[in-house]
């Protein structure tokens, strides 16, 4: 017989004593078990005593994760969080220095533990940390040149046991004052520190940039770009990163009118050269965060177009009809000179005529056409840009399509306009960077002008790909399209530099393009006639029924989760499975991520499926609408989801992915009994419905199937015959 739920059989550890076997009943108050563990070893006070798990993290068992103890877990005996906070705070304020150090070292550690944190941050040890940061290292910068290491070591546990007590979230990051800013800050500014203090220090900065727009305004003060950029150039990739982080940070806070303004500063210090030197093309394989770091810095250096992207022109504007009268003269060789012999008249029709052949839709007042947002001036800007630097190509596209037929020529104007929109819609031009992407192109790091030069050999590749079509002005959206493929297909590649680019995109032709399309219709072809629509209609719920099994497979299986997302602490995870009979899901925590099924006896919490109410998704989910979840990205919302079930009580799920996310969602659902509706659903199906329709209509290849039935023959003239079978 299976011992009762509330029944944990655990190890119990003291020092220098054999490990005791228990029974832990979960009803007990776990002051009632700590006192009979007391009891068992002599040890009187057991008020002064707590649990630990044993394991690396070491954290207190309190009443409110003790349902987290599994069978079979291993834990230690130990003084409790509040008398080992009060101890290491009276140690931490030693005269000596290596009982200072140790100190430290296990604060540094036990840091970690909430409780701990909880109880520490109680006595007002934050303030603690903050003096000695303030006053007290100057009393041993005095010992520095004889006790260089010891002194390095001692600052750093300092700023890791702050570090990890700030990112429980229990403090403001308001509260600190200028005074600990600046010493923080003055580590960062010198040439050489101890790289573990440096990168705790560059980590406190980013921290407080984030957290408060207040300390944003003191921390831009005391931290210049010019003083993160040596970090850049050392070897170090975690202080690379955390430098990254910094720039991001301050770059994110700063106000709309400063953001120019520092990416001004950004182009003097040469920050794309160093980090493509030194980071991109260095020996050193880059890491996952520090991708994260650099396409964060990717996604705000685009998204300082957004100003000119959403600011529409102003036809009475001279000024910006002065870019659109440089154009003419660039393309055409003439001089916008409004003292031109000629009646007015003449003038407005050669005019019209020149805006004809740029391109332009309205002929008579082109700057009407850049009042659409997006793209707005950010098109005229392109423009300029590629007459200006590409002035050839330039001059012949536009000679080139100005010599056709006026149906054959690709406009160059509209083009313009339309490609700038897509180019913003593929960079997500003005959407803030999400939370857990890695998807920074190298190529975008090579130039100083890379939204600009990306521009100049997408509209070259439009109108290659225009020639190419044989495309007529009824075409323009197609070759649109085809366009955009072109450019996200050869994205994909991650190509390394602009010129990269522009020589695979040779690559992707016009034919390839049909290739590739009639390779992909071949393998999702969709018959549309009659009968094939209703033989269509009697397959899908064989299908959607094997969708349904092949999720409630998955969910048998079962799913790693992470519990947590902060990329400076471990990952907890945890783990979930549908029972084989699909009445009961099967949970619990992990110490680690598992390399393949976890068996269902280490999985000791249950949910029956009858008690499931609903399964919510994004933002209508418990633990997204919690403290804190405001600051989730767009990605995090659409990988949440929650199943409520009996008693208003729910169980939250983060998806490791999009695709573990369909799952889960499809799986639930089927078992409520409510309809598959993911992304992913609609995919299987379309792919198992063509795979079953071809097999089916397999004896039927190069047979014409008619759109309606043969007709039904007369009946005969009379009945009188036989049909003999021999």
Not at 386 to 391: G, L, R, S
Not at 520 to 544: G, H
């Amino acid at each position: 017989m299976p011992p009762p739920a509330d029944i944990v059989k655990v190890a119990i550890e003291w020092p220098d004593a054999f490990p005791k076997l228990m029974e832990i009943d979960q009803k007990k108050p776990l002051s009632a078990i700590i006192k009979e563990v007391c009891e068992g070893w002599s040890l009187g006070s057991h008020e002064h005593f707590a649990l630990q798990l044993a394991d690396g993290t070491r954290y207190y068992i309190t009443e409110k994760n003790r349902n987290d103890i599994k069978n079979g877990s291993i834990l230690r005996l130990t003084t409790s969080p509040s008398l080992s906070a009060s101890q290491l705070h009276e140690r931490i304020q030693s005269s000596s220095m290596d009982a200072k150090l140790e100190a430290l070292k296990d604060l540094a550690s036990a840091s970690r533990d909430i409780t701990f944190a909880q109880e520490f941050i109680n006595l007002d040890g934050i303030s603690l940390l903050t003096q000695m940061v303030e006053s007290g290292t100057e009393r041993y910068q005095k010992l520095q040149k004889i006790m260089k290491p010891c002194f390095g070591d001692l600052l750093s546990f300092t700023l890791t046991a702050f570090v990890e007590l700030m990112d429980h979230g229990i403090v403001s990051w308001d509260t600190f004052s200028v005074a600990f800013i600046k010493k923080i800050a003055s580590y960062v500014n010198k040439s050489a520190m101890d790289a573990a203090v440096l990168q705790r220090s560059l980590a406190i900065l980013e921290s407080m940039v984030l957290n408060s727009q207040d300390l944003y305004q003191k921390v831009a003060q005391e931290i210049t770009i010019g003083q993160l950029i040596p970090h850049l150039q050392c070897t170090d990739q975690d202080i690379q990163t955390y430098t990254v982080a910094v720039i991001n940070a301050l770059f994110l806070k700063a106000p709309e009118e400063k953001r120019q303004e520092m990416a001004h500063i950004l182009a003097q210090k040469q920050l794309r050269s160093i980090i493509l030197s030194n980071i991109i093309r260095s020996n050193q394989p880059i890491n996952d965060e520090m991708a994260h770091q650099l396409y964060v810095l990717q996604v705000l250096t685009f998204n300082l177009l957004e100003d000119r992207m959403m600011t529409k022109m102003d036809p009475q504007d001279q000024a910006q009809r002065d870019i659109i009268f440089e154009l003419r003269r660039i393309a055409f060789d003439v001089e916008c000179d409004s003292n031109n012999s000629g009646s007015i008249e003449k003038r407005k029709s050669m005019y019209t005529r020149d805006y004809k052949k740029l391109g332009f839709i309205n002929h008579v007042n082109p700057a009407v056409d850049f009042t659409q947002i997006p793209p707005g001036m950010l098109a005229l800007d392109n423009m300029l840009y590629f007459a200006k630097h590409h002035q050839d190509a330039y001059i012949r596209m536009v000679l080139e399509n100005s010599s056709r037929e006026d149906k054959h020529e690709c406009p160059f104007g509209r083009s313009s306009i339309e490609l700038t929109k897509m180019l913003c819609e593929i960079l997500r031009v003005g959407e803030l960077p999400s939370e857990n992407c890695h998807d920074f192109h190298p190529m975008f790091f090579t130039h100083d002008r890379s939204f600009e030069e990306f521009f100049c050999i997408c509209i070259q590749l439009l109108n290659k790909t225009w020639k190419e079509m044989r495309a007529t002005s009824e075409d323009f959206n197609k070759v649109m399209q085809v366009v955009r493929e072109q450019i996200m297909r050869t994205l994909t590649h991650k190509p390394n530099s602009l010129d990269q680019f522009k020589s695979r995109l040779q690559n992707m032709s016009y034919t390839e393009i049909l290739k590739i399309r009639q390779s992909e219709r071949m393998n999702q072809e969709d018959f549309q006639s009659r009968p094939i629509v209703e033989l269509r209609e009697k397959i899908q719920p064989e299908i959607m029924e094997l969708i349904k099994q092949q999720r409630l497979n998955r969910l048998c299986e079962g799913t790693c989760f992470k519990k947590t997302n902060n990329r400076r602490k471990p990952d907890k995870y945890w783990y979930c499975r549908l029972s084989p009979n699909h009445k009961v899901l099967h949970y619990g925590d992990l110490e680690e991520s598992p390399q393949g099924e976890v068996p269902f006896d280490s999985l000791q919490d249950k949910l029956p499926v009858v008690e499931m109410k609903a399964v919510v998704t994004g933002k209508d989910c418990p633990h997204m609408k919690e403290k804190g979840a405001l600051k989730q990205s767009k990605e995090w919302l659409e990988l949440a989801f929650s199943v409520l079930y009996e008693s208003d009580e729910y169980l939250n799920f983060m998806a490791p992915d999009k695709h573990e996310y369909c799952v889960w969602t499809d799986g639930l659902n089927a078992l409520l009994g409510k309809e598959m509706t993911s992304e992913y659903t609609k995919a299987d199906m379309d792919t198992l419905l063509s795979m079953e329709m071809k097999l089916r209509l397999l004896d039927l290849e190069n047979i014409q199937i008619p759109e309606a039935p043969p007709p039904i023959p007369k009946e005969p003239s009379n009945y009188d015959f036989v049909y003999d079978c021999n």
